[in-house]
């Protein structure tokens, strides 16, 4: 009786499949979290650009661009009112592009539903910029948490959004 010792067997290649299929779903999962880790430093980043360019709109002008206390984003959804729109810094009127070179859209931003967007308003005496209804925070991710940045604290939305404000807009 020959034997065939030429080729793999049946068994043999299922189970060479199921190692790559376990090893793909690894390496997949650890591709989100870096994804959303980089999703959380863009946030963060944006957040201290635009803060910093509205220091700098503040120190020429002694007033932050106002919305007349209206909310303005890119958040259809958002019932607060405003802009919608983010072109040419027209959610922050006069930053962009003097003193930022465009206002930051969400890495995340869906414009369907009002989840993952940066919303400001400003009486021009104080303001305040947030992201809005972050999935990140809202799913408990540890990558997107407080205690990793407390400086985004949102006292009035503490469980679903970051905020930096001037003193007086804290608590908007």
């Keep these: 009786?020959?034997?065939?010792?030429?080729?793999?067997?049946?068994?043999?290649?299922?189970v060479a499949l199921s190692i790559i299929g376990l090893l793909a779903t690894v390496i997949m999962a650890g591709a989100e979290a870096t994804?959303?880790?980089?999703?959380?430093?863009?946030?963060?980043?944006?957040m201290k650009q635009v803060q910093n360019a509205l220091d700098?709109?503040?120190a020429n002008n002694k007033a932050y661009p106002s919305t007349s206390g209206v909310y303005r984003g890119v958040c259809p959804g958002f019932n607060g009112g405003g802009a919608y729109t983010v072109n040419n810094g027209l959610v922050i009127p006069g930053l962009a592009p003097e003193y930022i070179i465009a206002v930051p859209v969400d890495p995340q931003s869906n414009i369907t539903s009002d989840t993952n967007c940066y919303l400001y308003t400003s009486n021009g005496t104080d303001y305040a910029f947030l992201v809005h209804r972050v999935t990140e925070l809202r799913n408990g991710s540890s990558g997107a948490s407080y205690a990793k940045y407390p400086e985004l604290f949102d006292t009035v939305r503490p469980t679903w959004a970051w905020k930096v404000a001037s003193p007086g807009g804290i608590l908007w």
């Design 1 to 14: 009786m020959r034997r065939n010792i030429g080729g793999f067997t049946f068994i043999e290649l299922l």
């Design 35 to 46: 994804r959303k880790s980089a999703r959380v430093a863009q946030r963060v980043s944006d």
């Design 56 to 58: 700098l709109y503040y």
